[in-house]
């Protein structure tokens, strides 16, 4: 489950960024927290968080969704 949420939630940056670096890095300090964390966090923190990184992928997704249809009817030639 945690690997689904925060793999949705770097597609969801990843439409927002031109390079996959940042993505890069994030995901690497991401592994270096959960590899030095002291021990299980406990389960309503663990459900606040996957919640938490679900709802802001999917506000990046319907923002990236909003901006290409914004950007595709402004390339649209006007009808005569």
């Excluded at 925060?6 to 592994?31: M, Y």
């Excluded at 679900?54 to 914004?70: H, K, P």
Aim: net charge positive.
């Amino acid at each position: 489950m945690h690997a689904t949420v925060f793999g949705f939630l770097l597609a969801a940056l990843r439409l927002h960024t031109v390079s996959i670096w940042p993505l890069a890095l994030l995901h690497a300090l991401s592994n270096w927290i959960n590899s030095n964390s002291p021990g299980e966090l406990p389960v309503w923190w663990e459900v606040a968080r996957l919640l938490a990184l679900t709802g802001y992928g999917t506000v990046l997704v319907r923002l990236s969704t909003r901006e290409r249809a914004l950007s595709l009817t402004a390339c649209r030639p006007d009808p005569v």
